[in-house]
């Protein structure tokens, strides 16, 4: 009786298929579950070709696979990392393929201030191994920077703290790259201007940039922690400045920087240095400068007197005495005049009949084997040659006597130039004994010796009386009054 109730039971039960069982499945739970908001540790993580990120949420008894799709994970402010505590919101759903269930994740969020600070702990970690917070990459500061590029947002206190403090300090050219400094696409904006500055393009390359953003919480600033931010300012060919928050705010690129400034001012004041003070420093040198080189100008001056140096009288006295003796074997100019028109007046140029007897007898020689008519041609021909012969003899003669004038002119210039008679002229005389014989020193002549004085324009008879010592004493003359000289500036450059 029992059994056949029950074979009678189980015949009207409905049967289900495996795919309306599944979706039913898939639809219940999709029902009960479509909000849930679920806090874990994220365990394997894997981003397919496709784009969509396939992970774990765990805690220490369970696991619930998940799923991020690509169009979710473009708008997510965080990269998912194995080993983060999380809190996820989306839906739960069932893969009927696999009979197993999944959370469709659609936002994602870390766990608490301790979760950024372990996550941010592992990653400052990872960049020390791998080298990129080693002193020797940071590099040293431009003293006087051209150009400087800022990375902020274009309406923060940020922008107008640094140019204010930039104008009044030293004013140089400041080219802002406007970004976002907080929120989901901040960092790679802020990636992309410090790449940007590096590969600049229409406008002057930077020599130095400033990366910065005012105060505020770790979530606030957890931009410049994420890995894009940090590896661009790694790979920066351009000196960074890190000027992130307040002077207690770190994050992951002030490690990395070359200079991290405890406020985006701190950043302006060392970007640039005072152009008043070294204004002043400029002026100090100069000074200095020129107490030293008045110094030793001075010094060397004393130096130079103490070296007692020949006069010049006594340099140019031998110079002169060979001029001297050397104009007396030239002579005047009238005479050296006169020997070269000798000279020229005795070359006798050859005469032209000289010149054409031997064409002429070859002429007769010729005629006397010619005809009459040939011989009159050859004549008429022979004439004419002469005749050009005889222009082109003349036109040479013409030319080396104008050549020998030339020559005469100019040795009598150089005679005129080295004669004392030009001497003369610029009111010197010529001291000569009865002899004719050149007086050169004052003891050579005898009181009462005849003697000629020749100057520029003729001779003078004059007769050696006394010493230039009695001449002075027989013709006093009043002592003029002593007059202060003014001192006069030298248009001569000093020695040194």
Known sequence: ??????????????????????????????????????????????????????????????????????????????????????????????????????????KMELAGAGALMALFEKRKKMFAAEGL?????????????????????????????????????????????????????????????????????????????????????????????????????????????????????????????????????????????VLSEWMTTIEDYGVRLTRGLTRSVKERRTKLMGARLPRLENVLALPRQRLDVAGAKLGTPQRLLETSAQKLSSFRLPKADRIFDPARRRLELASTRLRPADIRKQISVTKDRIGLYSGRADRSMSARLEQLSGRLVNVAGLLEAYSYQGVLQRGYALVTDINGKVIRSKDTPDIGDHVTLTFGDGDRGAVIDGSPNSILKSQPSPKPKAKKLKPVKSEQGDLF
């Open 133 to 273: 917070f080693a002193s020797e990459r940071k590099r040293e500061l431009p003293f006087m920077p051209k150009v400087i590029g800022v990375v902020t947002s274009p309406t923060g206190a940020v922008i107008r703290d640094i140019l204010h403090r930039i104008e009044d300090r030293f004013p140089v050219h400041v080219i802002l790259w406007p970004v976002l400094v907080q929120g989901d696409k901040a960092a790679e904006q802020i990636a992309g201007a410090i790449t940007g500055f590096n590969h600049s393009d229409g406008f002057p390359r930077p020599d130095v940039l400033i990366v910065g953003r005012g105060g505020g919480s770790l979530e606030d600033l957890w931009c410049f922690n994420e890995e894009v931010v940090v590896r661009a300012a790694a790979g920066s060919a351009i000196p960074i400045i890190s000027a992130v928050g307040h002077e207690t705010d770190w994050t992951l690129m002030d490690y990395v920087v070359d200079y991290r400034a405890p406020t985006p001012t701190g950043a302006a004041e060392v970007a640039v240095p």
């Open 1 to 106: 009786m029992n059994d056949s109730v029950h074979r009678a039971d189980s015949s009207n039960a409905y049967e289900f298929s495996v795919s309306e069982l599944a979706q039913s499945l898939k639809r219940t739970i999709e029902d009960r579950f479509g909000h849930v908001r679920v806090r874990g540790e994220l365990g394997r993580v894997t981003i397919a070709k496709s784009g969509h990120c396939y992970l774990d949420i765990k805690d220490d008894k369970a696991v619930i696979n998940s799923i991020i799709w690509k169009g979710t994970m473009n708008r997510l402010s965080m990269r998912p990392e194995e080993g983060m505590e999380v809190i996820v919101e989306g839906r739960l759903s069932t893969y009927p393929g696999r009979s197993n269930y999944q959370l469709i994740i659609e």
